[in-house]
């Protein structure tokens, strides 16, 4: 080892090391940690000394050396790595795992040592490592000249690291006989997770936080168990959020409470990931393969409504997913070898012994002085605080509620109320669901006439609502009593950008459908409801003078969580017919979301009611159902059966005698045909589709036997061929609100222009297309656009772009888990010129950057490129055969009839 005095000086390299675990390991070897902790010593002291190291300071298990060169001190690190690695320790579990970190900056020695922020830096870098681990700061990266084969250096991204107010990117060492895959770096930056954020301050269980997390490090299922109105909720996400640390690949939250059909739980569970269903594979096996090999914790919110279906899901995981830790929520066990059930208590009723208020008090005081505008509480109302907390037992809802009469009452008559509504009936019994339900029965018995109905017809919406469409259920002025709710904190108000929108907390939800079943007004209400949702999804396609508008999803995104629960009570207890046309409003928005599968297990559901009650159904709405469903078969890779519902929905229109409606579901035809390997068969379809379609004079309906037919022609290089297609069929769907907004004819319109070579037609018709389908929600089409324009850069002279929206496309589509389709073929054929082109190195490092961008950055930088020059002689696809007769001949008869 070089000794102190010729410490290096300018720009120099500085190393920190440790022992991860060094207490742990003393604690377990006893005496036997001195030799373990001297051979480790001079193993480090050999390696650093043969690589020109100045050590300068030893410290119990750490190291702190200086290098002169950055190249040397990575050798140094591999080697001391694998020298650890290859030594005789005692036992396996002996062996000390040192984490190492470097930085580079300048420094000049005074006195035998370095008094500069870049040492400071550097042990923060060490810090962020784990044990076998090597990182260094983008500073060192850069000054390495050349590292030995085999080495690299792996970019882990941007990290806050500890008393730094910038961002440092760190580097990972890679080399033969070190690990390679560790957990996220131990920065600032925050763990991701999709806790909800609280809207009041967590009051009190500082003990049972203690116990959970406990249990949680000790299990890998603890079920948090207690009635309705406890606190399960709260506690589970408050002690998740201290947790988050603690799980390098997240803390995921899944509220299933609105999941209403068990179908759906492992859908609803992905949701939580940002999973969504892959066409043809059971949800179970994307949510296994996804958390596989991550070590997180995935909390279960209000399981009692579907453990049935939840339970096989939770064994599932567990055994597939050895990182993974679940935390769930239940009125009751979900009944799992190896469940550790942790039974909630109500807040503690009981002053500590100095002499504060106990949890229950505290948590009235704090709701009380909310209540009351900030005002505190009169220390001479303690003892009527005290009393109210012992009657409603501490649970937390109840006192919420309680808490929330002081805006009225003073604590004494509240006291005194509680009183003589708790003595008799509900609240005379043990079981603390029956206590809170006094508690709401108490709140209830308060009402009016008029906000009693407004609670009770209110429970039928699963989630928050505005204000006109809790008017239109009510069919009057609901602001009177709906003030009333709100007051009473029977219904929250939660103010937006846009406006207020009103919710139920579970547990009120429940009492008002009960309430609303005890009334006899049940079905009504809930009939109303569903006609509030089918005049909600119309509307979203019309302005505000009534007139159709292009469709969006983004307008339907808000409205889903409303129509399934409408088509929940479709399939029970209601009008079956209502239930189709409330899935035909959802039929695009399953699809493009990526949710077909629910789409199809829904009008399953719609079927087997039909049955159930012989309920006559017209031969047009049945053909329109199977028509739908054979378009989610084939998103969700079920071929053969969309075939099947294509043909029931052909016999249907026939039967009906709608000649549009038989036309739109020949035209949908040729899809499934593609799909099952029929192209012969498909085109074939197309041709007759758009011969009938002429003959019944509907060649508006037969718009997708355009884009069908187009394609296949554009495949085989008839390109002449499929812009008269596409040119023909521009006024069609422009007419259709359905149709527009997605710019079909502009995307194979700009395909072909690229097979053209017609830089400027492919430009602006992909432009189009991209500006379109991201102003209107059409996600996973947008993603389809961006390849394509990834193409015309390419054959621009700008492959560096083409790579960056290559990989951009490619990492969106896997997020959305879906297919690139018939167009896989040709983009593998692209992406492999861009590659040949580029070389691979530079190839995969724009696709990598590529893949992390957000789809609205990656949408950004398509709509840059700048237009091509004109004088290239390109001129429009669409224009340069619009002049010439298409082989059949479409008459352009527009109608609003949506596919």
């Known amino acids: 080892m070089a000794a102190r005095f010729h410490l290096p000086s300018g720009q120099v390299t500085f190393l920190f090391t440790d022992i991860e675990g060094s207490t742990r390991l003393a604690q377990l070897l006893g005496d036997g940690y001195r030799p373990v902790l001297n051979d480790h010593r001079n193993l480090m002291r ?68 370095y008094a500069t922020y870049e040492v400071h830096r550097a042990a ?87 116990k959970l997390r406990q249990l949680i490090s000790e299990q890998r299922l603890v079920t948090v168990v207690g009635a309705g109105g406890a606190g399960k909720s709260r506690l589970a996400v408050a002690v998740a959020t201290e947790l988050v640390d603690s799980y390098p690949d997240g803390v995921w939250f899944a509220d299933l409470a609105s999941v209403t059909d068990p179908a759906l739980i492992a859908v609803g569970v992905a949701g939580a990931f940002g999973l969504r269903p892959e066409p043809g594979r059971p949800m179970p096996d994307t949510l296994v393969e996804h958390a596989a090999r991550r070590t997180c914790l995935l909390v279960l919110d209000t399981c009692d409504h579907q453990l049935s279906s939840l339970s096989p899901l939770i064994t599932r995981m567990l055994a597939g997913c050895p990182g993974l830790t679940v935390l769930a929520t239940s009125r009751e066990p979900i009944g799992l070898p190896g ?15 100095d002499g504060g208020p106990s949890d229950a008090v505290a948590l009235l005081l704090d709701r009380a002085a909310a209540a009351r505008g900030g005002r505190k509480a009169d220390p001479a109302e303690m003892p009527h605080f005290d009393r109210v907390a012992r009657r409603l037992d501490g649970l937390p809802l109840a006192l919420e509620l309680a808490a929330a009469r002081l805006r009225l009452l003073a604590a004494g008559q509240l006291a005194e109320r509680i009183e003589d509504l708790l003595l008799s009936g509900p609240g005379d019994s043990p079981n603390r669901h029956e206590t809170l339900s ?110 159709p508008v292009t469709l969006s999803m983004h307008t339907l995104d808000p409205l889903a969580v409303e129509l399934r629960a409408a088509l929940r009570w479709s399939t029970t207890g209601g009008d079956v017919r209502e239930g189709l046309r409330l899935a035909g409003a959802l039929d695009q928005w399953w699809r493009e979301r990526g949710l077909a599968r629910e789409g199809r297990v829904w009008l399953y559901r719609l079927y087997e009611r039909m049955t159930s009650t012989d309920a006559p159904v017209p031969s047009k709405e049945l053909a329109m159902a199977y028509h739908m469903h ?40 040729g899809a499934p045909l593609v799909d099952i390997g029929l192209t012969a068969e498909a085109e074939r379809s197309c041709w007759e589709t758009l011969r009938l379609a002429a003959e019944l004079d509907v060649e508006a309906d ?55 070579g017609d830089l400027v037609a492919a430009h602006e018709h992909l432009q189009v297309a991209l500006r379109s389908r991201m102003a209107y929600g059409f996600g996973a089409r947008a993603v389809e656009t961006l390849n394509a324009i990834g193409v015309r850069c390419h054959l621009g002279g700008l492959p560096e772009t083409a790579a960056l929206l290559f990989g951009a496309s490619e990492a969106e589509r896997g997020r959305l888990r879906c297919s690139a389709g018939s167009y896989a073929v040709y983009w593998a054929e692209q992406l492999g010129r861009t590659r040949a082109l580029l070389g691979d190195r530079r190839f995969d490092a724009l696709y990598a950057e590529g893949s992390a961008l957000p789809l609205t950055e990656a949408v950004a930088v398509a709509l840059a490129v700048e237009h091509p020059d004109l004088s290239s002689g390109g001129v429009y696809a669409a224009q340069s055969s619009a002049a010439e007769a298409p082989t059949v001949p479409i008459r352009v008869k527009p109608n609003n009839q949506d596919h």
């Open 438 to 547: 006094a508690t709401v029965s108490w709140s209830y018995k308060t009402l009016g006439p008029r906000a009693a109905k407004l609670l009770r017809y209110l429970s039928v919406f699963a989630g928050p609502v505005e204000l006109d469409a809790i008017e239109w259920l009510l069919g009057a002025d609901p602001l009177d009593p709906l003030a009333v709710l709100v007051d009473k904190s029977l219904v929250q108000a939660e103010p937006t950008a846009v406006g207020t929108t009103y919710r139920m907390l579970d547990p009120i939800r429940a009492y008002g459908q009960r309430k609303l079943v005890r009334a006899g007004e049940e079905e009504a209400a809930r009939d109303r409801h569903v006609a509030w949702c089918r005049h909600a999804a119309e509307r979203a396609g019309r302005d505000a003078e009534g007139r």
């Open 702 to 756: 037969a718009l997708f036997a355009v884009f069908y037919l187009a394609q296949l022609l554009w495949r085989r290089g008839e390109l002449d061929e499929s812009a008269n297609l596409l040119a023909s069929a521009r006024p069609l769907e422009a007419a259709r609100p359905a149709e527009r907004g997605r710019r079909t004819v502009d995307m194979l319109l700009g395909l072909v222009a690229l097979e053209r």
């Open 124 to 210: 923060r870098v060490a810090a962020a490592a784990h044990g076998g681990q090597v990182l260094c700061s983008q500073s060192t990266a850069r000054r390495v000249e050349e590292l030995p084969e085999g080495l690299s250096l792996m970019d882990l991204g941007l990290h806050r690291l500890r008393d730094f107010d910038d961002r440092e990117r760190l580097f990972q060492l890679v080399a033969p006989g070190l690990e390679i895959r560790f957990p996220r770096p131990r920065t600032m930056d925050a763990t991701p997770h999709n806790l909800p954020a609280a809207p009041t301050s967590f009051i009190g269980r500082v003990d049972e936080q203690v």
């Open 630 to 669: 054979a378009a989610h078969a084939g998103v969700d890779g079920e071929f053969a059966e969309a075939l099947r519902f294509s043909q029931r929905a052909e016999a249907a229109a026939r039967q009906a005698g709608d000649p549009g409606l038989l036309v739109r579901v020949l035209a949908g035809r």
């Open 339 to 353: 469940e550790a059930v942790w039974r909630i208590p109500s807040l503690s009723v009981t002053s500590p012994t």
């Open 46 to 113: 050999l390696t650093f000394g043969d690589c020109d190291g100045a050590e300068l300071l030893t410290e119990g298990d750490s190291f702190f050396v200086a290098f002169a060169d950055a190249t040397a001190a990575l050798i140094a690190c591999v080697t001391a790595q694998r020298a650890l690695a290859s030594h005789t320790w005692p036992t396996p579990a002996a062996r000390p795992r040192v984490r190492m970190g470097l930085h580079t900056g300048y420094a000049v020695p005074h006195a035998g040592e």
